[in-house]
């Protein structure tokens, strides 16, 4: 399975500003893998140290900062020759010895030579409260589950990968079926590299929904684990509640879903834990859609997203014979799972800006709001029977925007500053 990450470390290692780089994400999205696979393709030889359970080495780190004793202390452990140019050194789990995090500021600053990839799974970060992240003396990298298109790849689907890669909407018609069946799966597996693995050697839905079970287990236990014990019941409930929260008609989220008189205070720490270890996502509502966007941000409104459509679907209880009843999986359950699966493409698509927007009275709804360049573009997301879109009008008039958004099941087209964009081609907004 390729990662279209192994792009940016390819540029990574060119890069004569060259840094440590820290991949950072959520538990169960392919960080070792993605580094062991860049390792295995690019360098003659690859060593990786798993902090989480070697002794030795995080005895190695601890003592000092001296980076050819520690590199030394690698070679006689792991019984190999690093060659800085030829070996990629790997810290799994870095976050696990503070000390160990602090070196790649010695590395960076007296050796820059070693290629190093540091990687961290962000639920046990809060561990080591008192060791940020170095800041200035790193490169970072987020690693999010598999997106569409990487869906596609890992499906061997090339030819409807290149049609979407090339925006050419004559293909984008001529395998519409095709498009919208993939995306039907999409929505059951996600992205999840394990459940891809999966669906990609069974395709059996009832062994996906396994393999999510046994993920949401995982994630289970690490909050279990690492989080402060008065704050479990918290995170369990935050979490229990996204399927509700997403279905609702207003998809904002309520403290009252957890509890009747809940206050914001109370939850804080929980949604914090949870969102810093990318569990869930946090979507933010602006008042008005000017740039710079976040000058606009209401902090008090927002709507919370899984970090995985294939997780939410499998909270939600999709069946898979669901896949019989034409498309209406894209507008059921108010189009919780279209939103999300939006939301998890727009997220990995770029560094661009990324909010929702109400006008003051609540009554007209821009699902994204996406600022790619010098453009803020509203991209409206029903997909449901009723598709006079009122509130992309309703913004459309009152803020002229260059460009607006339309994502339905039918073909490209743009007319006037109106574009509408097939759903499974939502990339693509990066191009407009």
Do not use: C
Not at 234 to 257: H, M, Q, W
Not at 268 to 274: F, I, Q, R, V
Not at 338 to 344: A, H, M, P, V
Request: charged share 25%.
């Amino acid at each position: 399975m390729r990662r279209f990450a192994l792009d940016k470390l390819l540029e990574w290692k060119a890069s004569k500003k060259r840094k440590p780089l820290i991949v950072r994400g959520a538990r169960q999205t392919g960080k070792t893998r993605l580094a062991h696979d860049f390792g295995s393709s690019f360098f003659g030889n690859t060593v990786r140290i798993g902090f989480d359970a070697d002794s030795v080495m995080n005895r190695l780190f601890e003592k000092d900062h001296d980076i050819q004793r520690i590199i030394s202390g690698i070679e006689v452990a792991y019984k190999t020759k690093i060659d800085p140019a030829g070996t990629l050194l790997i810290f799994d789990e870095i976050q696990e010895v503070p000390a160990a995090l602090d070196s790649l500021k010695y590395f960076y600053e007296n050796a820059p030579e070693y290629h190093i990839i540091a990687t961290s799974s962000l639920p046990v970060v809060s561990k080591h409260i008192g060791s940020p992240f170095p800041v200035g003396t790193s490169d970072s990298l987020e690693l999010y589950p598999l997106s569409f298109k990487e869906f596609l790849s890992a499906l061997g689907m090339n030819n409807l990968l290149e049609g979407l890669n090339e925006n050419d909407p004559e293909l984008s018609v001529i395998f519409k079926n095709e498009y919208i069946d993939r995306l039907k799966e999409y929505f059951f597996v996600g992205g999840l590299p394990e459940a891809v693995n999966d669906f990609v050697k069974n395709r059996d839905f009832g062994s996906v929904r396994e393999v999510q079970n046994k993920i949401l287990r995982v994630y289970e236990f690490d909050y279990l684990k690492f989080a402060p014990n008065k704050e479990v019941p918290k995170i369990r409930a935050i979490l229990g509640s996204i399927p509700a929260g997403l279905v609702k008609e207003n998809k904002k989220f309520f403290y009252g879903l957890l509890k009747k008189g809940a206050r914001a205070g109370e939850y804080e720490t929980a949604l914090d834990w949870l969102s810093g270890s990318r569990l869930i996502h946090k979507l933010s509502r602006i008042s008005k859609p000017h740039m710079p966007l976040n000058t606009y941000e209401d902090l008090k409104a927002f709507k919370l997203y899984m970090n995985d459509i294939g997780l939410l679907s499998y909270m939600i209880g999709l069946d898979a014979s669901a896949f019989l009843k034409g498309n209406s999986v894209f507008s059921d359950f108010n189009g919780a799972l279209t939103e999300q699966f939006l939301f998890q493409q727009l997220i990995q698509s770029g560094n661009m800006p990324l909010y929702y927007w109400t006008n003051d009275n609540g009554n007209a709804e821009i699902d994204f709001v996406v600022q790619p360049d010098i453009n803020v573009i509203p991209i409206d997301a029903k997909l449901s029977k009723n598709l006079n879109a009122k509130s992309l009008k309703v913004y459309r008039e009152y803020f002229k925007p260059e460009t607006a958004v339309r994502i339905s099941l039918s073909e490209y087209k743009k007319q006037d500053s109106l574009t509408t964009l097939p759903l499974y081609a939502i990339e693509e907004v990066n191009k407009l």
